[in-house]
């Protein structure tokens, strides 16, 4: 049974238009991560948070930012999506001490700009 | 350059088979993790192994870790019609923060 939720599940959205793409969850994690996913391809990490106020890039450069005001909740804006930026965004979450853990994710959101 | 790779790229077998992938690294890690990812879902954690463990298994899963030749397997034993997905690999580098690096996966079909 997930304990973290992405809404929404899948959104086709016209190029320009501002976007945010949420994620929770409900463990008390204090560690939250978004993947990006082409299809048949490997996750890319975009952004990650070890806590409130805290957020930092990842590997792959994204024009998306995020935000961390609460704990729960993590999530991901597009001021201004383009086709380029079609892909399935997954969000995770992992315990708040050491690195021996594995992560949870949520079930993606999958977007496509047109 | 990505961290892990697995191979196969592609795996088809009938039930009750033995699957094995493989993934190998590049860099040296604090654990190294399998996940399943079914058709277009979120992944799920089946297996840590950290990097002083070679062997572990968890149900009809087996896992094991070869830090010299930088290398890991997953074999599922018995494979059944419902451990058709994709499977990846994912590192925890060490030394730097806690995040994972996934590789490429493996898409396994099993046949009924």
């Known amino acids: 049974e997930a304990d973290i939720y992405q809404t929404p599940r899948y959104l086709v959205i016209g190029t320009g238009k501002k976007i945010t793409l949420e994620c929770s969850q409900t463990?008390?994690?204090?560690?939250m991560y978004w993947y990006q996913q082409d299809p048949g391809m490997e996750l890319h990490l975009i952004h990650y948070?070890?806590?409130?106020?805290?957020?930092e890039k990842g590997d792959l450069s994204s024009e998306s930012t995020v935000s961390r005001i609460r704990t729960e909740h993590f999530p991901l804006t597009l001021e201004s999506a383009r086709p380029s930026h079609t892909s399935q965004y997954l969000c995770?979450?992992?315990?708040?001490?050491?690195?021996?853990?594995?992560?949870?994710f949520g079930s993606g959101t999958r977007l496509t700009v047109v | 350059s990505q961290q892990g790779e697995e191979d196969p790229q592609a795996l088809s077998i009938q039930e009750g088979e033995n699957a094995t992938m493989n993934c190998s690294y590049k860099?040296?890690?604090?654990?190294l993790q399998w996940y399943r990812q079914n058709s277009g879902r979120g992944l799920v954690h089946l297996i840590l192994?950290?990097?002083?463990?070679r062997e572990k298994h968890s149900g009809r899963l087996r896992v094991t870790l070869d830090t010299s030749k930088k290398s890991s397997s997953l074999l599922i034993t018995a494979s059944r019609a419902a451990d058709t997905a994709s499977y990846f690999c994912?590192?925890?580098?060490?030394?730097?923060?806690?995040?994972?690096?996934f590789g490429k996966g493996t898409m396994l079909l099993v046949s009924p």
């Open positions: 463990m008390g994690h204090d560690k």
């Open positions: 192994i950290r990097s002083n463990e």
């Open positions: 860099t040296s890690i604090n654990n």
């Open positions: 994912a590192t925890v580098v060490r030394g730097r923060y806690s995040t994972l690096t």
């Open positions: 948070s070890y806590g409130v106020n805290s957020t």
């Open positions: 995770a979450s992992s315990e708040s001490v050491g690195s021996n853990y594995g992560y949870t």
